[in-house]
């Protein structure tokens, strides 16, 4: 029940609009008006130390050049109390943040942040508002962060022109990704005329069609208070908040005459069909098309519509039980369901979306007609109602859950209303789904609910089927349109115009090189940092079983795990050991096919899924310890189920559904297929670890770019059905090891449920008797690689490792603050603003006792190289401030100090101990590095790094693999 409160003061230039007490989630939400400009703020009060604030701002691009995006980023780049070149940066290393970001959206731009001290969130809102309402907006820095032609050679007007920026080179890498550039033609045909036709981060193509006083513009009307929202969070008084907010921005403006938003699309009077091409740098492209089948629905801003889209997109897509899933999984028109498959619900009008990859062009009617098919079938004849409150159950399970591992809790409430917020809707409506999840119960029981909805959806005109084929010379097509476009304006250019350019670029470069007097900005000192690290202890209980608990505030909700220690498996167990984790939850169990069984996980559970860890120890890397861990969640009156359930997993899994197997793993390839160049970075560094231990090279083998080519060679072998049911066989022998190894148990719940949960739990698994079996191991490793991994990329990922040493190593604290030290003293403006990569960085991975360096979204490859090498030579031949020292301290306090969910942090700090990890352990970790000396940090730099044979990977393209030396072994993925 929503209870409306007493309204909360605010400061005397805001009104109060109204409030309401969230009891599902122990919080409670305040609408405010700004009176003279009309802001909307909206506040959370809730019993929560880690406080969070955002603006929003409502950002609405007419074209495709990216003007939105970069000024998002140029507005980070020195404001008006804050005329420095990077306060965003130089305040992520002055802070003890939790979060801090910006990011563009399709229609709004959000600055948000999160701190657990309140100095530094106070020191970060006084940055936050001078850099969104005061921002400079220098040319230099709009060319850095937008775009820029310059020579290839600086001052030589006679070499080739470039184009280079940071958000160029960043759209350069989302765009090489082909779900990225399916969503952004579906959005293009389904939007004809308002601002989601186009691409709001900007298309390389448009991109260096933007002018700097069009970006002046644009700032000017979509930056000001009237056209912002402004969101908190947390355990600060709304009127503490917005006396800061007034001071230090609001009292400076007047209403904005000008009102922006977005107007509601044009609707088609029939359908439209279109087929487009992408870039794919492969010979064969053979099962490389999607399929994809959109329509547009009612404004998001209408929660009982949005609900009820939600309802309906979940019974057909949630699962394998759904029937247009179903559909999509087991057609032999493609190789799985496309990623966009869903509900979007983030802009002004719902979409609904389902599309099929690894087809044919050719398959396109084929496809309409299976999806139209299915839709009509549930139309005429409905679906069971047990699948309808299933799905209601994983909506107020979603409702119920305090998440907070990714970003911080309040932030994600923020985030999740930012939406409703940006489009004048009802923000605190959508944080509160109780009420209209009761009505819906009682809907839900006419049998037409779900008929007239997909009738409704068949019957709507405004959709769009999209083809996106491969094309192999797309590539080459695009680079000599973009270097015929760059020769033009070459020839076009005056002796007076080529100086210019030449002055441009030194101007930039003598900015970038400038030192600029940080001590402007706020900071907090190691003084503000807490004296101990907060770490869940576990409950102590006596129990028949191997059995754990934590006492944590999980709003109704239990977590629960069997943990099991990995048997000694063969290589080839290794390599499927991760394909098994999967298929675990995803096959038939007992009595139950794969479809009833994910049915039944969907009634009783919030999911069950299944994965295994292997780390090396804390005083040695080469020697490891395996896990396998079957987790699930569930409301706690679903308990009992959930504790069956896990069992029934271990003593029942069917490993005989040999055509569900053949589809999951035909899904993964896909995925893994699709997702290199959105995780180039993490798998280049991943390869580029892969022989320093034992662990990484598992990881390489079974997550990194090598289990592409094993699932790819799988995959292709799984045509015969002899080598399906020898993969079937291999499965369950798997399966069978390791459901025999000794297990023990996780508990997390509030503490006035666990004794019920515990007694049911040892009651359940009272004849449990493992059997003795020889431990996992692997044989130690130590060797260097020279890798280059060629896809289809416009952007590289560079990686270079060091060996070095475990945690438990003195000089392992040492070079875990050095990662921050290098990349905020030398390779930020090395890589990132001369070089243009979208990112990069360093640290210490003391599980494979290794030092990293890499670059994300990089227009460069071998000059990437060696500014990681020159980094090292900067930190010993340079003279440094212990304020660097302190803010690299400041980084990586701030991250291990950083909060999680309640069951999270309990999950993690299990799971940390099972590897020796113990909260002592870390402590031990945290406190010698607040001790770290920059003697400390030239020392480990000399004694690891300096003139030490490096193992390096990339992931690039073709092209720019041919560049590297003939000692890197080249490998196509």
Not at 170 to 177: F, R
Not at 826 to 845: K, T, V
Request: charged share 25%; net charge negative.
């Amino acid at each position: 029940m929503t209870i409306i409160q007493t309204a909360p003061t605010p400061h005397k230039t805001f009104e109060f609009i109204r409030t309401e007490i969230i009891e599902s989630l122990g919080i409670d939400v305040t609408e405010y008006r700004h009176t003279k400009t009309g802001l909307a703020h909206y506040h959370i009060a809730a019993d929560h130390t880690e406080n969070v604030f955002l603006v929003g701002l409502r950002t609405v691009p007419e074209d495709s050049k990216g003007v939105a995006h970069i000024l998002e980023h140029t507005a980070l780049c020195g404001s008006e109390r804050f005329p420095v070149r990077d306060p965003f940066f130089m305040m992520t290393r002055r802070s003890l943040n939790t979060f801090m970001n910006a990011m563009t959206s399709s229609d709004w731009t959000a600055y948000p942040f999160a701190s657990q001290n309140r100095k530094d969130f106070y020191n970060l809102l006084d940055v936050y508002l001078d850099a969104v309402f005061f921002s400079r907006l220098d040319q230099l820095d709009f060319e850095q962060e937008g775009h820029r032609v310059e020579f290839s050679e600086p001052n030589n007007a006679e070499s080739n022109l470039e184009y280079k920026g940071v958000v160029f080179n960043e759209m350069k890498g989302a765009m090489s990704s082909p779900v990225s550039r399916l969503w952004q033609s579906v959005t293009k045909y389904l939007f004809p005329t308002t601002t989601y036709h186009h691409n709001s981060g900007g298309e390389p193509e448009s991109i260096p069609d933007l002018t700097y006083d069009e970006l002046l513009a644009f700032y000017k009307t979509h930056y000001h208070p009237s056209n912002a929202v402004i969101m908190t969070f947390g355990d600060i008084p709304a009127a503490d908040l917005q006396a800061v907010i007034e001071d230090k921005a609001l009292s400076r403006f007047e209403k904005l005459d000008e009102t922006i938003e977005i107007h509601d699309e044009k609707r088609y009077f029939s359908p439209l069909r279109v087929e487009e091409g992408y870039e794919l740098d492969q010979e064969d492209t053979t099962g490389k098309t999607h399929h994809v089948l959109a329509w547009l629905l009612g404004q998001s801003n209408d929660l009982e519509a949005q609900l009820k889209a939600h309802l309906m997109s979940r019974v057909l897509l949630d699962n394998s039980a759904s029937p247009l899933r179903f559909a999509l999984e087991t057609t032999d028109l493609g190789s799985a369901p496309s990623p966009l498959c869903g509900l979007e619900d983030s802009n002004r009008e719902m979409s609904f979306m389902c599309g099929l990859e690894g087809s044919e062009p050719q398959d396109a009617d084929a496809f309409e007609a299976l999806v139209l098919n299915v839709l009509a079938e549930v139309a005429e004849n409905g679906v069971p109602i047990a699948m309808l409150e299933a799905q209601l159950h994983q909506l107020e399970l979603h409702q119920r859950e305090i998440n907070g591992d990714g970003y911080p809790y309040g932030m994600s409430l923020l985030m999740a209303s930012l939406g409703a917020a940006i489009n004048r809707g009802d923000p605190i409506a959508l944080l509160n789904l109780d009420p209209v999840l009761d009505k819906l119960r009682e809907e839900i029981k006419d049998p037409n609910f779900i008929k007239g909805m997909v009738k409704d959806l068949l019957d709507n005109p405004h959709r769009v089927r999209l083809t996106l084929r491969p094309d192999n010379q797309l590539a080459v097509k695009r680079d000599s349109a973009e270097k015929a476009q760059l020769n033009k304006i070459k020839a076009s250019l005056s002796e007076a115009e080529k100086q210019q350019i030449i002055d441009r670029a030194a101007a930039l470069e003598a900015r970038q090189n400038h030192e600029d007097d940080e001590s402007i900005l706020p900071k907090v000192t190691l003084a503000d940092v807490p004296d101990d690290m907060s770490v869940p202890e576990p409950t102590d209980v006596a129990s028949k079983l191997p059995y754990v608990r934590f006492d944590r505030a999980t709003n109704g909700l239990v977590y629960q795990q069997v943990i099991i220690q990995l048997p000694a498996l063969d290589q080839e167990e290794q390599h499927l050991l991760p394909l098994y984790s999967h298929l675990l939850t995803e096959l038939g169990c007992g009595e139950r096919s794969y479809q009833e069984n994910q049915q039944y996980q969907t009634e009783v559970t919030g999911g069950i899924h299944a994965f295994a860890s292997v780390r090396g120890m804390p005083d040695d890397e080469q020697n490891v310890n395996g896990y396998f861990t079957l987790s699930g969640k569930a409301l706690v009156s679903k308990q009992t189920q959930l504790t069956d359930l896990l069992k029934e997993t271990l003593a029942c899994a069917r490993f005989d559904e040999l055509a569900r197997i053949k589809e999951v793993v035909s899904q993964q390839r896909t995925r893994k297929e699709q997702g290199i160049t959105g995780h180039g970075h993490a798998l280049a560094m991943m390869a580029a670890t892969s022989k320093m231990s034992p662990a990484a090279a598992l990881a390489q083998a079974t997550k990194g770019l090598e289990s592409i080519l094993f699932y790819k060679t799988l995959d292709d072998d799984l045509k015969q059905e002899s080598a399906l049911k020898s993969l079937a066989e291999r499965l369950e022998q798997l399966h069978q090891k390791i459901a025999q190894a000794p297990k023990q148990f996780l508990m997390v719940a509030e503490e006035e449920h666990q004794n019920q949960l515990q007694d049911y739990l040892e009651s359940s698994w009272q004849s449990l008797a493992d059997e003795p079996t020889e431990l996992f191991s692997l044989p130690a490793l130590r060797e260097k690689v020279k890798q280059a991994w060629v896809t289809s990329t416009q952007v590289s990922f560079c990686a270079k490792a060091f060996a070095t040493v475990p945690v438990e190593h003195p000089d392992a604290a040492a070079l875990t603050v050095l990662g921050d030290f290098l990349r905020n003293g030398f390779l930020h403006r090395a890589i990132r603003e001369r070089g243009g990569a979208y990112g990069s960085g360093a640290g210490q991975d003391s599980g494979d006792a290794a030092f990293r360096f890499f670059s994300y979204r990089d227009p460069r490859l071998t000059e990437t190289l060696d500014d990681f090498d020159a980094s090292i030579k900067w930190l010993l031949d340079s003279e440094h401030d212990e304020q660097r020292l302190e803010e690299a301290i400041l980084g990586v306090v701030s991250s291990i100090d950083k909060p999680g969910s309640p069951a999270g942090e309990a999950k993690q700090a299990y799971h940390s101990s099972l590897f020796g990890r113990t909260p002592e352990q870390r402590r031990k970790v945290r406190s010698r590095i607040l001790q770290v000396t920059i003697d400390d940090l030239q020392r480990v730099a000399e004694t690891y790094l300096l003139n030490a044979e490096a193992s390096v990977a990339v992931v690039t393209s073709q092209a720019q693999a041919e560049t590297l030396g003939s000692d890197f072994e080249i490998i196509e993925v």
